[in-house]
């Protein structure tokens, strides 16, 4: 079965995909491709949150705070911010406790990454997954990860066979995360 790249499945999940393709890839999925299937629906959580309820396409102001922000020099190079939600939640002055979903974008991955604060506690969980975006298997199975507050390592893990990783820790600080690989630059992901 030919697939569809993701970026394609990224703009048919914000409806900038032209007319002339929307079908076939309708039609893929119809056909019970899961692979794509997956790829549409982690785009669409995405998106959901992003455009806030009922909402079909972001508005002009999130896709510019998320531009500027993915230029910020902060990330490790090759790495796009792709989303924020919390960035979503100050432009619309609804801050607060909610969970907070970023997504990463890399050469070789996707890293999406959810900050919960934890109500009874004064813990917060950070739950995450690296997702491979070049068709090699195991590229990102048992992938180390590390958390740092301020820059220095709080805590380590590694992700198991799906690329899904979580933290528990006492927030505080300047957060990221560090994506650590075997020979190659680690990717830092700032929260
Ligand atoms: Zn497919």
């Not at 048919?12 to 549409?40: W, Y």
């Not at 902060?74 to 796009?80: E, F, K, L, N, T």
């Amino acid at each position: 079965m030919d697939h569809f790249d993701e970026m394609a499945w990224v703009d048919f999940a914000r409806n900038l995909i032209p007319e002339s393709v929307r079908p076939a890839m309708q039609r893929h999925l119809d056909e019970g491709c899961k692979n794509c299937l997956l790829t549409v629906q982690i785009w669409q959580s995405v998106l959901a949150v992003a455009q806030g309820e009922g909402a079909l396409t972001p508005p002009a102001d999130t896709v510019r705070v998320v531009k500027s922000f993915a230029a910020a020099p902060r990330a490790s190079s090759g790495v796009r911010l792709v989303f924020d939600s919390g960035l979503q939640q100050v432009a619309a002055g609804i801050r607060g406790t909610a969970a907070r979903q970023l997504l990463y974008q890399t050469d070789d991955y996707y890293i999406d990454l959810r900050l919960e604060p934890r109500r009874e506690s004064d813990r917060a969980c950070l739950v995450g997954q690296v997702m491979d975006r070049t068709g090699k298997d195991a590229a990102s199975h048992g992938i180390s990860v590390r958390l740092n507050a301020d820059n220095l390592p709080i805590a380590d893990t590694t992700a198991n066979q799906f690329g899904e990783f979580q933290f528990d820790f006492a927030p505080g600080g300047n957060l990221s995360v560090a994506i650590v690989r075997n020979q190659e630059a680690e990717i830092l992901l700032p929260l």
